[in-house]
Structures are given as structure tokens and as C-alpha cells.
């Protein structure tokens, strides 16, 4: 079953979704409602989250610096005993890193830190917090679109939120997701190569 807000799903199922849409996220992540996977959960909302480009650019087919992300609310009333709760929240991240980022045999754990401190940084309860990190790099040979070398980070992780205010832990995914994009924090302008007069 997927959710629209219809007054037949779950009261605390209508809450945790209400509390999700009302956190406030970094102003380059854009977030909004997607499909969520079926039969993973009684009831299940999804959020998809992608860093903004300047209105001003055109995105090119080989551009870096992408980074998307999913955030989904699985629920079941009656509860999961390996979730060890009622609320799932399942999230995934995807970013485009640089060559020396990605050389870098500690990102994985650095990843992995992002997204420990913002969880505990809101204070939030949860449980069961549990993933994987990759880092990956490709190289493009013969006729196929793309820059020749590619490097990726990919985080994947789930929790049980054990309250059903939400909308710190989006706050929390879409701050490890500015980071895994490089972004500057939120007050802090990034300067541009000095103009030529």
C-alpha cells in the first residue's frame, strides 16, 4: 500500500509522514514525495532528495558534482521484531566525488561518521542503525557517454526511530547528503574564481 495522506492509514503513520514534510533542509537540496517501494511494509512513504544546480547552468550529460539521494518510512502496526519497532527509515545515498576524495582509504568511515554525528547532533531516539559505505571508481572505455573516470560514494543505511518526529531525521539525511555533494554549510558562501576585469 502506498501512502497519500488518506484519512484510512494510521493515525501515527499520518503523523511521522506530516513531521517528515515539515523539516527544513539545506536550501541547494531540493525534496519532495516519490514512489515508495511496495510490499516491503503494510504502509511505506518515500522522499527523493537531489542537490540543485544553479537555475542559470544547463546540467551537461557529463557533469559532476550529482549527488541524490531516498528517504523511506516503512511502517507496520503490528511491528517488526528485526526493525524492534513499528517505524523503519531506510535511506540511500549516491554522490559524484572527486579523484582524491575517492583515493582516500578513510572515506567510508568519514561517510559513515556524517551521518552517526547528524543523527545524535539532533537527539532524536532511534535504534538499530546499521549500513554499508562504498566508494567505487570506473573507467569508460570505447563509445560510451560519460567522463572516462568516475568515482562514486554510495551510502546505504536503516534505523528504527522510536518517536514519531521525523522531520529531524530528513534534517539529518539531507545534511550527510550535502556533505557527500560539498556543499558549504548553510550561512557560508562558496567563492568563485575572481572576474577578470
Not at 484519512?7 to 511521522?16: D, G, I, L, N, T
Amino acid at each position: 500500500m502506498t501512502t497519500s495522506g488518506s484519512p484510512a492509514e494510521p493515525a501515527q503513520f499520518r503523523s511521522a509522514i506530516a513531521a517528515m514534510q515539515k523539516a527544513s533542509v539545506h536550501p541547494q537540496i531540493e525534496v519532495g514525495p516519490i514512489r515508495p517501494p511496495q510490499r516491503l511494509a503494510p504502509y511505506s512513504y518515500a522522499l527523493g532528495a537531489e542537490v540543485r544546480h544553479p537555475e542559470s547552468d544547463i546540467v551537461a550529460e557529463q557533469s559532476e558534482g550529482d549527488a541524490f539521494g531516498r528517504l523511506i518510512l516503512l511502517y507496520d502496526p503490528e511491528g517488526d521484531e528485526a526493525w524492534n519497532g513499528t517505524m523503519r527509515l531506510v535511506a540511500y545515498i549516491q554522490a559524484d566525488l572527486d579523484a582524491d576524495l575517492a583515493a582516500d582509504p578513510l572515506l567510508p568511515e568519514v561517510a559513515w561518521s556524517w551521518l552517526v554525528d547528524a543523527l545524535e547532533s539532533r537527539g532524536e531516539p532511534m535504534t538499530a542503525l546499521g549500513g554499508t559505505v562504498t566508494a567505487t571508481s570506473s573507467v569508460r572505455y570505447g563509445d560510451i557517454a560519460g567522463p572516462p573516470h568516475a568515482h562514486q560514494l554510495e551510502l546505504r543505511a536503516s534505523w528504527t526511530p522510536t518517536s514519531l518526529e521525523l522531520g529531524a531525521h530528513v534534517e539529518a539525511f539531507c545534511e550527510v547528503l550535502a556533505y557527500a555533494a560539498g556543499l558549504p554549510p548553510v550561512g557560508i558562501t562558496q567563492l568563485g574564481s575572481p572576474k577578470q576585469g
